[in-house]
């Protein structure tokens, strides 16, 4: 589809992928200095009926799924998200077996904010000092994992940066499926927008 939105919201997909890459090589970074890396084939935290995300950290998935899709798919795709339960597991997520947890994410390279902090993250207890947070597989799989010493992307940072590139709607975590399909909805009115603008 040919995919025309105003410069604004292309602005603020150009930042939100540069965050992204930050949070990425950070994490590399993190995982190779630790040896602490996601087990292969883990999906447990895509799994979960707990997942919030935000319209903002959605819009670059939003953005790539307007890009490859015609009307009739991306209708079909919000018709899905629309049916879901408020509380399921995102609708990206796709099991590779039985096992619940087991599955990966169909579009890895847009995932949003909340999926690329997942398994490990730095943030403050509750005395102001920074402690490595991991998932609970993690947890499990690295019992002298060394939270305090250990530097994480950094949680607040990152949500900081976040928050500042967009509003107070933009922003609000929301369940994941949820912040998706409002990314998608907010772009197609941009687009029209856009369209009516230039006739
Ligand atoms: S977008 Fe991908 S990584 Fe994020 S919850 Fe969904 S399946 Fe998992």
Not at 127 to 138: A, E, P, S, V, W
Request: proline letters at 3%; hydrophobic letters at 35%; one cysteine or more.
């Amino acid at each position: 589809m040919k995919l025309i939105i105003s410069d604004y919201n292309r602005k603020k997909i150009t930042e939100i992928l540069k965050i992204y890459r930050e949070i990425r090589k950070a994490s590399e970074v993190f995982e190779k200095e630790n040896h602490v890396f996601c087990p292969e084939g883990c999906g447990f935290c895509c799994n979960s009926t707990e997942v919030d995300g935000t319209i903002l950290g959605a819009l670059p998935l939003a953005h790539f799924l307007l890009k490859i899709s015609d009307n009739k798919t991306i209708n079909s795709i919000l018709e899905k998200l629309n049916d879901l339960d408020e509380r399921s597991p995102c609708f990206f997520f796709r099991k590779d077996s039985d096992i619940d947890w087991k599955g990966r994410c169909s579009v890895y390279k847009y995932r949003l904010l909340v999926c690329r902090l997942f398994g490990f993250y730095r943030r403050k207890d509750k005395h102001g000092k920074y402690i490595t947070g991991t998932c609970r597989i993690l947890k499990n799989n690295y019992h002298s994992f060394d939270s305090k010493n250990c530097i994480a992307p950094g949680i607040a940072d990152f949500s900081t940066r976040f928050t500042s590139i967009g509003s107070d709607s933009e922003t609000k975590l929301i369940p994941i499926n949820l912040a998706i399909k409002n990314a998608i909805e907010y772009l197609q009115f941009d687009m029209m927008k856009e369209a009516l603008k230039r006739q």
